[in-house]
């Protein structure tokens, strides 16, 4: 089973290949009710954020009861603009807490989906050379490689560089609204893995009680650009990967 995780695409694209080359199955983890595995595959497939595990991953694989005899072959693969930071550390040691060995890990370089925030325009040279790594990655994975041989230790200078992060991304995105060309497809309302989005009186809103993970599957996503997160707005065009179709990603309905 492939346990993925993704916003605006790329992990849901990479998950999704892996599936078919390894003829496995996929589970989108904000969706999950059942958090039983037993199966002898368990993969992760999420994307880097702030150059560590997102969240809704770290609570869900802490929940995961493993319900398998049988010896489990475990990796992960992330999805980056090319800082994965943390990420396999912390893999590392929620997998130790529930007795599983991390054997396989690796990482895909895609567009990184929050540069716009930043003034800078995405860099889209990784769509052409993506599946070249995926496919490497699932010969691999069916020869059942390991490569937890290569310690991963834990950067101090990726922790710092995570607080700061979220502190700068919590303040200045916090604040969503919508505006008034939006036209009430509630395509966001069922991206959300949160359940962040609501539709009150003929109206879209944000939750007040924010719970949002910045995915960006919303703002990304959105028909008519009608979505400001604070006063830093895409600068760019939006960005979701270009072979997904966004109710591939629908979490509800
Ligand atoms: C909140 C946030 C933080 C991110 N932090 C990182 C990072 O630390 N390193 C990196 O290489 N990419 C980072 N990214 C870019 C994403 O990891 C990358 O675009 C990923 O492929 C998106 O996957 P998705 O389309 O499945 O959501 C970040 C993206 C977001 C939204
Ligand atoms: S996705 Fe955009 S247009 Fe559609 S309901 Fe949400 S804000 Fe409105
Ligand atoms: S509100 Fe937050 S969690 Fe929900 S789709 Fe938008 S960015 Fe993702």
Redo the contacts with the bound molecule.
Sequence with gaps: MIYYFS?TGNSYQVAKLLAYLTQDKMQDISTLKDYKHDDSVMGFVFPVHCYDVLDLMQDFIKKLEIKSDKKIYCYAVVTCGGKVGNSFITMQDLLKAKNIDLAYRNEVYLPDNILSFWGKKYDYSSLNTYKDKVLQIAEELNQRKTNNNVLVKKSWWYVIKKYFSWLFIKKCLQK?TVKKNCIHCKR?VK????N??IEEAGKIK?KSNNN????????QWCPMQAINFGSYNLKDKQYHHPEVVENELFKRW
Aim: hydrophobic share 40%; aromatic share 12%.
């Design positions: 916003g969503k966001c991206l959300c893995p949160t962040n989005i944000f949002c993970i910045y995915c960006l599957a919303c703002i």
